[in-house]
């Protein structure tokens, strides 16, 4: 333990997407490498409460936590680093923090005083920064900021990092995340944007302690000590970080650079254990030096923006470690998908799957790639909206309900096999309202699911207003098509397999959600497993 829990603040300056989530998860896992308790935080500038109502195309995919908030996708890769749950309090918006201060000043909690910016708005970011801290079991709690330095809507937050620094002295520091661009006419890195970047934090009013400066090359001689006498720091706290093969190089070249010991002695802690990345290098190691290779298709309506699906593409990389197999994703845009291509599209695929997503658009393409899937015993795995098109793709075509939809897509279908959940029918407002969150499964004898996991009660987290109508239970059932998991206490119908296939398993909650490099989800390693059994020979190959 370190005594009192220690603040790190990572802003971005010059551009955003400089990878913010990536640089804050790395010095999280050297530090927990070294045996310190550490938890990640962002907080994110947009006035949206929560990110569950936005479009995947403004901003990727929508993590969820244990306790079911609604996150932004760098939760998914705090967790992936750290293989430790994040929860609400890891995730605030502006929006979040006004609705709190509005709340507070309708109940007369500020006894009438005139609500302002400060100290109101950023005694409020305060609290919420520091809310982790006060648990008591976080040496280090690191606060990454969304945005850029210099937007109009990012300044109360730099402003409370401002407040905390002046407050907590040497318990509390500051890493500035800046792009040095390289000139190809000139053939050089030019430091003037870090330099102009540092400038509009000090004017501001926070110094930052630390630079990591975002390359395509590496720096030449001098230029740390050049970007350091500009921006006041030392040459040592300039940290070069250049593009890598695979985000999980990344702590292990930010530990190269040395970012955790600087940081460390910056934080006035001088002794500490040395880093043990053993497991870390082992899944390397197995990522880089795989004994087989598989081609899977990942079928989405989102597949051109594929942040959208970032956990399902980082559980495939985890499974595809633990096979000691390279996972070619294909990405297949399921509205391009109908009856008379998907036997061209899918064709030399190892693997289908198909994603999660919410309305009609593109439906009858994964209802396609399903029906090619089981027919063509080729491994099936399908996810929320995906488990809800394999029953549809069933009902049809097995059981002869020929208009089988849920009622998402079409409210009069005379064959409702998905329904809205009940407690979802009176619901008005569409933010943090779907059943989210972890809920127990419990799974049946004899099953794949069963054989899968290795155990009877499991937990998963969900993101879904429709399910399985059990009405429709028992004609499934007899048709072939078993319910494998179940929710002990609603009865909600979790899990759906076929016996008579190599791997068909669709799933109402999202496994993507639980998987991290330590840990990587047993459905998706039993996925890849199946797809390496099936791989088609060499020289067959999948279209690209």
Not at 135 to 155: A, C, H, M, N, R
Not at 247 to 275: C, H, N, T
Not at 313 to 335: D, F, Q, R
């Amino acid at each position: 333990m370190t005594g009192s829990t220690k603040y790190i603040f990572v802003t971005g300056g010059v551009t955003s997407s400089l990878g913010k989530g990536i640089i804050s998860a790395s010095l999280a896992k050297l530090l927990q490498a070294r045996g310190f308790t550490v938890t990640i935080q962002k907080l994110d500038p947009y006035i949206n409460v929560d990110p569950g109502t936005l479009n995947p195309y403004e901003h990727g995919e929508c993590f969820v936590t244990e306790d079911g908030a609604e996150t932004d996708l760098d939760l998914g890769h705090y967790e992936r680093f750290l293989d430790v749950p994040t929860s609400q309090a890891n995730n605030v918006t502006t929006g979040r923090i006004y609705q709190n201060v509005i709340s507070k000043e309708r109940r007369g909690e500020y006894l009438g005083k005139t609500v302002q910016v400060i100290p109101h708005i950023t005694d409020e970011i305060k609290r919420n920064i520091q809310a982790l801290g006060r648990k008591g079991i976080y040496d280090f709690v690191i606060t990454e900021v969304g945005g850029t330095v210099g937007d109009i809507e990012s300044l109360p937050y730099v402003e409370a990092i401002r407040q905390l620094k002046w407050e907590k002295g040497r318990d509390c520091l500051t890493i500035h995340l800046t792009l040095l661009p390289y000139l190809r006419t000139s053939g050089e890195l030019k430091t003037k944007p870090t330099q102009h970047s540092v400038k509009e934090l000090l004017s501001l009013g926070v110094q930052p302690d630390v630079l990591v400066c975002r390359t395509e090359h590496g720096m030449q001689k001098g230029m740390k000590e050049k970007i350091a006498l500009f921006c006041n720091v030392e040459p040592q706290a300039v940290i070069e970080s250049r593009d890598a093969d695979t985000i999980y190089d990344v702590p292990l070249l930010m530990q190269e650079e040395g970012l955790d010991e600087v940081v460390l002695r910056k934080l006035g802690i001088e002794s500490f254990p040395e880093v043990d990345l053993t497991a870390w290098k082992d899944f390397l190691r197995r990522y880089k030096e795989p004994k087989a290779e598989v081609s899977i298709g990942l079928v989405g309506k989102y597949v051109e923006l594929q942040d959208a699906y970032k956990s399902i593409k980082e559980a495939l990389e985890h499974a595809g470690a633990a096979n000691e197999t390279k996972v070619h994703i294909k990405w297949v845009h399921s509205e391009k998908l109908n009856a008379k291509n998907v036997a061209k599209q899918l064709a030399g695929l190892s693997g289908i799957l198909v994603a999660p997503g919410f309305g009609h658009r593109g439906i009858e393409g994964k209802i396609e790639a399903i029906k090619y899937a089981r027919e063509n015993k080729v491994p099936f795995f399908g996810i929320c909206l995906g488990m809800q098109c394999a029953v549809i793709e069933y009902g049809r075509h097995v059981l002869g309900y020929t208009d089988a939809n849920s009622t998402e897509m079409n409210a009069d279908t005379a064959h409702p096999v998905i329904a809205l959940m009940e407690e979802q029918k009176a619901v008005a407002d569409k933010g943090g309202t779907m059943r989210l969150g972890a809920y127990p499964c419990k799974l049946g004898e004899g099953s794949l699911a069963l054989k899968v996991y290795g155990r009877k009660d499991i937990t998963e987290r969900h993101r879904h207003r429709y399910e399985f109508n059990n009405s429709y239970l028992e004609s499934y059932q007899k048709a072939g098509m078993v319910a494998s998991g179940i929710n002990p206490k609603g009865k909600l119908v979790e899990i759906v397999e076929i016996k008579d296939h190599p791997w068909f398993i669709g799933v109402q909650f999202h496994p993507e959600y639980r998987s991290t490099v330590a840990r990587p989800h047993a459905l998706f390693v039993g996925f890849v497993q199946a797809a390496v059994k099936a791989a088609v020979p060499k020289g067959e190959k999948a279209e690209a």
